[in-house]
């Protein structure tokens, strides 16, 4: 998958709802005509790269990684597989015609196997475990909006497993025994550990998961823009900045939406997060 989640339009939205400004807050600040922004967010505009330099000005976003975004001229490397004795299987799963990714995580020695969200559709995850001849023992959840977690009562109907689930997100539906987990807890698959990583402010209890060099990260950050702070815009920027972006450079970062991606290639070229993360 090559195409990003988000165009210029989402990201002017993202980044005024960070300043808590309106469309006519961010056209005086920048500027820029009120009808060309709301253009712009309606994706019917690209200006030309002198305007792009105010907004993101304006917005305190790196001007050139939001001229390369919104003029389709960057997407991430290709990720290579990690070194780590597991495989990571990412499944684009449709709620209507919106892709989810859900993740498939097997310790290869062991062949323990944990879903990570579970798509609002989960038939495609459980052909997948058929097809690699695997049966799913653990659920885990980035967090419960339903694109994620919509498909829990059937999946654990097929294999009447535990999920775990960060208990300050909303409790989904359908599970039969739902644990909850907590940053820093380790849950152990096979001969893998994976740790958990609180990363809210996308919901008030969104959860990160991190095994070797690989973190499944929910929609805190997309390639090249970060999730909807639909709790808390401060929190979620500094889920990512704070967590996220101080794993090293070339650790790999599997969002919920778009493609997967690295922490240094976000440092490079995602607009929000330019040169952003503490250990560098
Ligand atoms: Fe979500």
Redesign the pocket.
Known sequence: MTQLEDELGDILQKARDGKSWSQKDLAQSAGIALDAIRRMENYELIPDNASIQKLASALDLHGPSLSAVANEAWVPDPVTPDPGPFDLVCLNVLMGSYPVTCYLLTCRETKATAIIDTGANPETIIKKAQELNVRPSKILLT?S?P??AGGLSLLDREYQCPTWIDPEDPQPSGSRDLRPVHDGDMIELGNLRIQAVATPG??TGGMSFWVGESIVS??AIFAGSM??A?ASWPGLFRSITERLLTFPDHYRLFP?HGPSTTVGEEKRHNPFFFAKGRNE
Request: net charge negative; no cysteine; glycine share 24%.
């Open positions: 967090h909006h694109d994620h996308h919901t929910g929609d999730g909807r639909n919920g």
